[in-house]
């Protein structure tokens, strides 16, 4: 056992379940002579699954301490005994402890069966796959069994048997055969398969655990030779063929003689009186029939498309020509709107047409306005002719528009009530309404489309703003941030002397700079003052002074837009107020410093602001004067400062900027070595000896100089160390190391002279 650490332990050997959290103790001592720090590790184990507390033990010389460990285990954590090894590293040496305890896991078996696929469509033979898993922590030999309700299925397995390793999952196949019916509808024909697993014993010479069982239920579902549906197909299309072939031999004893149209002459088309075109001439070219006719030679229908909501024409909607026929409807050509919602359909041949309006964004329409082709009317084409369409109204899917306000720098959540109006219409009532959450977020949903909505933003305290914005059918629109702009704030209120207005008060405040001033009447409106046109939101420091002998400040906080009244200030003779600023050595404002003062009759004591343009200032008023007192600024991590106050009443308090140091301490020394190995040797500086410096979690280091930067030769300096205790330690090939003790106080700079021994 090294000879740094002495360890114990509360318990060598321990035992828990799978799953579990085992906890341990162990009774440290440090038998070095430098402070030292400890921390611990379980070698095999996950260092995630470890837990020490605490993380880091600090101890000092030949003194004690606890470390305790929590190890989780995971649920398939093996049964049995297990040795673990405990790893205790110091922070100081780098030596490593190894301490050894047993760990006992007791058995947990866990059995889990499941199919995949659960159901199997097929017809004669269906195939499963059984996934046997081991969830618990010791090996199973499962065994597997399968039966159906009626023993109608021929049910068999790849293995019927098998060995899962703790944690682990083996698949087996099963085959199911069953006699197949020739007609009607599937059939369901389900079976269980089950599981059961024997355990071996964990420890030599004890009982095995009980068997682990498991079931699981598969259904195969099993189609006929011939489905309902193909057979009634089948006895269809025998009676459509007959009836098609009777008819087609019908058709080929009246027009054997006549062969088969199957493209119509232009001439079909063409009016009489066509410029360039004889009355008794005939053209020699025909059109198929399969599309659309060429420009100016078929039918044409025109028409246009408007919004319900507000009667404008929408564009970019697909407007499809339809004929209907035996076999339905047949698309025979499209087009699409202008912006206007205008639209022209080319080319038809002469006969009747259904009109289809639809978009994405949009519900379908057809023509004159209907939601189905049920409802819907057709229109007729004639060769060379405009057939005029009346308007159609078609409805888009609800809009939605989102966005973010900002209402500036404030420091509880602003709510701005968001309004969409229509900017179309007789009527100007909103449409929607909502209001942004803690983060200025909105959507407006609902908004009917296409239309264009003016969207208002208003909120207390700031000018109201407004946008104007158009969304089509289904349209999600993304607005940029509006900012909103803060009205200017007022403060108002009445001084008094604690009985009736006084006059003659001056009353100031400064914000970014800029210094805002009043005073109180002495005549009419006596005690009362007004500042107005304050910037928001923000905060203000008013001082309140008569004379040169009595001052008070308020503070007052201004949302946005908003006013304020101060019923409550009160100039009492003989008081005074102080304000003073806190900063660092750079000249930093420092906020959450303490200010004490002393010798008032109660305690008085403030804060230096920590937000907003005025940090680290302070204002401590209520001071009798004259009077002798003493301002103490206070602030953890820094050094207190204490000056005086001087208040006579008549002349300003002089309170200059405080400026705090930092409490952290140095320790700086002379590092000596023997010039010689004899009895007495003379004693030289030690340039480059390593000096180590540890309070037990942390190890620092340095090295002797020569005479540079302040230091004498063989000197060393350590600065940024906190107050407490330390171990200093100099050290050198060839010279016995010399270590000493030191309590290091805040701002404080401790001398520890160190002398390297001579090596005999």
Not at 69 to 87: F, V
Not at 199 to 218: H, Q, R
Not at 341 to 366: A, C, E, K, N
């Amino acid at each position: 056992m090294s000879a740094r650490l002495r360890v114990a332990m509360d318990r060598r050997h321990l035992s828990t379940d799978p799953g579990s959290t085992v906890t341990f103790t162990l009774d440290i001592t440090n038998t070095s002579e430098v402070i030292d720090g400890i921390s611990a590790r379980v070698l095999g184990v996950d260092a995630e699954r470890v837990t020490s507390r605490p993380q880091v033990l600090s101890l000092f010389p030949e003194s004690a301490g606890q470390l305790t460990l929590s190890i989780e285990l995971p649920d398939a954590y093996p049964a049995g005994t297990h040795p673990l090894t405990i790893a205790l590293d110091s922070h100081t040496s780098g030596e490593t402890e190894l301490v050894d305890v047993e760990l006992t896991v007791a058995p947990v078996p866990r059995l889990q069966v499941r199919p995949r696929p659960a159901v199997v469509r097929t017809g004669r033979r269906a195939h499963f796959v059984v996934d046997v898993g081991n969830r618990g922590n010791v090996p199973l030999d499962i065994a597997l069994t399968a039966a159906d309700a009626d023993r109608s299925l021929k049910l068999r397995f790849s293995r019927t048997s098998v060995t899962v390793a703790a944690g682990a999952t083996k698949p087996v196949n099963l085959d199911c055969r069953a006699p197949r019916h020739p007609f009607g509808n599937d059939i369901d024909r389900p079976f269980s398969v089950h599981a059961e697993a024997s355990t071996p014993a964990v420890t030599p010479g004890t009982a095995p655990p009980p068997p682990v069982k498991d079931n699981a239920g598969l259904v195969h579902r099993q189609r006929p030779v011939i489905a309902r549906g193909v057979l009634t197909a089948l006895i269809l299309m025998t009676i459509v063929a007959m009836w098609a072939g009777a008819f087609l031999f019908g058709l080929t004893k009246v027009f054997n003689n006549d062969p088969v149209t199957k493209a119509a002459p232009a001439s079909f088309f063409v009016a009489s009186g066509v410029p360039g075109l004889a009355a008794d001439s005939t053209p020699g070219d025909v059109l198929a029939k399969g599309g659309p006719l060429p420009a100016g030679v078929g039918g044409v229908i025109a028409g246009r498309v408007v919004s319900t909501t507000s009667g404008d024409g929408i564009g970019r909607i697909i407007v499809e020509a339809l004929r209907p026929s035996r076999n339905g409807l047949v698309l025979v050509t499209s087009a699409a709107t202008q912006a206007d919602g205008s639209y022209v359909v080319l080319g038809l041949f002469p006969g009747d047409y259904y009109l289809r309006f639809s978009s994405i964004g949009y519900h379908t329409t057809w023509y004159p306005g209907t939601v189905s082709q049920a409802g819907a009317k057709t229109l007729s084409a004639a060769p060379q002719q405009v057939q005029k369409a009346n308007a159609v109204k078609v409805a888009g899917f609800p809009a939605t528009i989102s966005g973010q306000v900002d209402p500036g720098l404030v420091t509880t959540p602003v709510r701005t009530v968001v309004i969409a109006r229509p900017l179309t219409g007789t009527s100007d009532a909103p449409v929607a309404k909502t209001l942004t959450d803690a983060k200025g977020n909105y959507t407006l949903t609902g908004l009917p489309a296409p239309a264009s909505y003016q969207v208002s933003f208003t909120a207390a305290g700031y000018l109201a703003s407004t946008l104007s914005e158009d969304v089509v059918g289904g349209q999600h629109r993304y607005e940029p941030v509006v900012r909103l702009s803060a009205g200017a704030g007022t403060i108002r209120g009445v001084v008094t002397d604690g009985h009736a207005p006084i006059g003659g008060v001056t009353v100031s405040t400064t914000v970014n700079g800029q210094t805002f001033t009043t005073g109180t009447p002495t005549v009419g409106k006596v005690g009362q003052f007004k500042l107005g046109g304050l910037p928001t939101p923000g905060l203000y420091i008013l001082k309140f002074s008569r004379d040169a002998s009595t001052s008070t400040t308020k503070d007052v906080t201004l949302a946005p837009g908003g006013s304020a009244v101060l019923n409550n200030v009160t100039l009492v003779g003989g008081t005074d107020a102080v304000v003073g600023k806190v900063v660092d050595a750079a000249g930093a404002p420092v906020g959450g410093a303490t200010i004490t003062i002393g010798g008032a009759p109660t305690p008085i004591t403030a804060t230096s602001l920590t937000t907003g343009d005025a940090i680290g200032t302070y204002a401590i008023t209520g001071l009798p004067v004259p009077g002798f007192y003493t301002l103490t600024v206070s602030l953890p991590g820094f050094q207190p400062v204490t000056l005086p106050l001087n208040l006579d009443g008549v002349h300003p308090p002089n309170v200059p900027t405080v400026t705090m140091v930092s409490a952290l301490g140095t320790i700086t020394g002379l590092v000596q070595q023997p010039r010689d190995n004899t009895a007495n040797p003379p004693m030289d500086p030690s340039i480059g000896a390593t000096i180590t410096i540890t309070d037990g979690q942390h190890l620092r280091t340095t090295l002797t100089v020569d005479a540079s930067n302040g230091l004498v030769r063989g000197g060393y300096s350590m600065t940024g160390l906190a107050p407490g205790w330390y171990t200093v330690t100099a050290s050198r090939d060839g010279y016995a190391q010399d270590t000493a003790l030191v309590h290091l106080d805040a701002g404080q700079t401790a001398n520890v002279p160190l002398n390297l021994g001579a090596l005999h």
